[in-house]
């Protein structure tokens, strides 16, 4: 292949990714004002915009401005944490599988969750850090129970989908000790919900991706290497015990304060990074296409979920309903492909 080929196509693949970015963005913004504009009452974007900007618009000031604006903004950074996270672990362990609702980052979050509202009865603030804590422990442990001259991604998922059994079994354990009111709150945060989403929830999440976020977007050249497998990334200068264990925790930081202000809505992790990959292709890096992904994938089925049916769903169950088929179809294309996970 000439120079010339050679430039043509580099600059063939960044306008590629540049234009899967505009366009993502740009659909984004689009659901995203669509969440404020529609509802038992539509509103302007005139009226939308003078709220934002501190006037009072009678209606408009309570149901928009305290309403559906933290709403869609909390749907939107913790889709863009999740589709962030999600990628960095199946990019990291070359697997698809390897997502935190796999792995069981998720369910040690929900479990934790779980036993806060029904066992300690804690405030919103205990319960979200209880499940924090726990995403990052439940992560400590699978990393160090699957580390044996390194971690090895099958090794990993499958230690991971065992603790994620036991969490699973844990928390239905605590669920049918709960009084009838302490259910509803544990279900309605197991589900992954935006309904009565607040600043105050969104807060942390905004503080978690701009503190981690960089780092994960620093280390996405040696993410890439470590695709190529462990003895050519160390051949080519990557650390690799640091750089997994500085990605790891960034990752489930992300994942961690995302889950505490929803619940673990499920699949988006899982879901994000193949979408990515697929409109990307060999373009460049899927951490910021997948995190995009994400947050259109929550704004999305959010919208769905309220407006869609007579009923009204939480975001989680629609998130469920586009997921779980690719789960399935992903384990029958490995078992047809002759490999083990």
Known sequence: ???DAVISSRVRRARRYALVLGLLAALIVAAYLVSLIVGETYYSL?????????????????TVGELRLPRATLAALAGFCFGLGGVTFQTMLRNPLASPDVIGITSGASAAA???????????????????????GVAIVVYVLSFRDGVVGTRLILIGIGIAAMLDS???????????????????????????????????????????????????????????????????GVRLERTRILVIVAAVGLLAFATAATGP??????????IAARIVG??????VPAGLVGALLVLVADLIGQYAFDIRYPVGVITGVLGAPYLVYLLIRTNRAGGSL
Do not use: H, K
């Open 170 to 236: 844990a928390t239905a354990y605590v669920l049918s000790q709960a009084a009838q009111w302490d259910l509803q709150q544990a279900v309605r945060w197991l589900t992954g919900s935006l309904n009565g989403a607040t600043w105050d929830e969104t807060l942390p999440v905004v503080i978690a991706l701009l503190v981690l976020g960089p780092v994960l977007l620093a280390q996405a050249r040696n993410l890439f290497m470590l695709q190529l497998g462990d003895d050519t990334a160390a051949a080519l």
């Open 114 to 136: 779980a036993f806060a509202i029904v066992i300690l009865g804690l405030s919103e603030t205990g319960v979200s850090a209880f499940a924090i804590v726990a995403g990052l």
């Open 1 to 3: 292949m000439t120079l």
């Open 282 to 287: 060999s373009a460049g890096s899927l951490l």
């Open 46 to 62: 005139s009226e939308i915009w003078r709220v934002i900007l501190g006037e009072t618009v009678p209606g408009a000031s309570f």
């Open 265 to 274: 809505i499920a699949f988006v992790a899982f879901l994000s990074g193949p």
